[in-house]
Nanobody, 128 residues
């Protein structure tokens, strides 16, 4: 059974930091792009960040650029999201996701429809 399991969410004050982790099991994701998405109450799930399977290419939503950093460890089948300078607007359930294997190590994917594996989500709450 293929699984992605997020951890590291919680309650933090504005300006604080959190590091989300996502551990994969059931198959290797070393040839998949990985991404983070988030969904706030009453809003649609939106793109946050993505990283190529080589780890050499990343892309961020404008709202998090310069504050969030995505990284991965293929040996551990894991992806991470370092979140700094958190704002109340960052409050959401955060999901990690994986694409099917991609042919080029620098490929990125920003559309949720291109991700076929999803975690169950972890809540991040930023208080003002």
């Amino acid at each position: 059974q293929v699984q992605l399991v997020e951890s590291g969410g919680g309650l933090v004050q504005a300006g604080g930091s959190l590091r989300l982790s996502c551990a994969g099991s059931g198959r290797t994701f070393s040839s998949s792009a990985m991404g983070w998405f988030r969904q706030a109450p009453g809003k649609e799930r939106g793109f946050v960040a993505t990283i190529s399977w080589s780890g050499g290419s990343t892309y961020y939503a404008d709202s998090v650029k310069g504050r969030f950093t995505i990284s991965r460890d293929n040996a551990k089948n894991a992806v991470y999201l370092q979140m700094n300078s958190l704002k109340p607007a960052d409050t959401a359930v955060y999901y990690c996701a994986a694409t099917r294997p991609l042919s080029l190590p620098t490929m990125l994917r920003v559309s949720a429809g291109e991700y076929i594996y999803w975690g169950q989500g972890t809540q991040v709450t930023v208080s003002s």
